[in-house]
């Protein structure tokens, strides 16, 4: 399979709280991207972390990547009620595809 | 304003019917592209224009063409519709090809009755 495995595929946590979602990918990248849809939407592009870059930060989102592993993880800080939403990464490889997982649901309980 | 815009939100028609979702972008972006989202959230290419030339076409039944008339627009056109194109379509643009972020429209969301 050539696309991209997040985990976990739900997850639940209260307000203020943090939440760390992992994304596994298969083939070489360029960049990797994260992106949050919430319900009924569009995706929003969140970060982008390139492949010589091992951490990125925006606000309360931490993105890491591990090539050795071919792996990401995003984490979101003090996460309120507005980050519930689905969370996917995408592997922008080298061959003009975007290689899409199959997101993360993140539920934050008030 | 909106960046990426799609019409129709919803559109639900019967089995062989022949349907056009338009897209339209106001970001000054060379690059649109068209994905198909399923119930279980699985977001799939289909294709990708660059300056109006088509750079990805996935495997895509033949009875979807895409048309871009300029940079700003990439319609889509469903010939013969099946219950499997049931489905959250997507449009999206970014500037440039091969992993610049994209910015996405609302959707439009298509019921085969």
């Known amino acids: 399979s050539q696309q991209g495995e997040e985990d976990p595929q739900a997850l639940s946590i209260q307000e203020g709280e943090n939440a760390t979602m992992n994304c596994s990918y298969k083939?070489?990248?360029?960049?990797l991207q994260w992106y949050r849809q919430n319900s009924g939407r569009g995706l929003v592009h969140l970060i982008l972390i390139r492949s010589n870059e091992r951490e990125k930060h925006s606000g309360r989102l931490r993105v890491t990547l591990d090539t050795s592993k071919k792996s990401s993880s995003l984490l979101i800080t003090a996460s309120r009620a507005a980050d519930t939403a689905s969370y996917f990464c995408?592997?922008?490889?080298?061959?003009?595809?975007?290689?899409w997982g199959l997101g993360t649901s993140l539920a934050v309980n008030p | 304003d909106t960046a990426v815009s799609q019409t129709p939100k919803y559109l639900v028609t019967q089995m062989g019917n022949d349907k056009s979702i338009k897209c339209e972008q106001n970001l000054g972006h060379d690059t649109m592209y068209w994905y198909k989202q399923d119930s279980k959230k699985f977001l799939k290419i289909m294709f990708s224009y660059n300056n109006k030339e088509l750079i990805i076409n996935e495997t895509v039944p033949n009875r979807f063409s895409p048309k871009s008339p300029d940079k700003a627009h990439l319609n889509l056109h469903i010939n013969s519709l099946e219950l499997g194109d049931s489905a959250v379509y997507f449009c999206a643009s970014s500037q440039g090809e091969g992993g610049q972020p994209q910015h996405f429209g609302d959707g439009t969301r298509l019921s085969i009755l």
């Open positions: 995408v592997n922008a490889g080298n061959n003009r595809k975007l290689i």
């Open positions: 083939t070489s990248i360029n960049n």
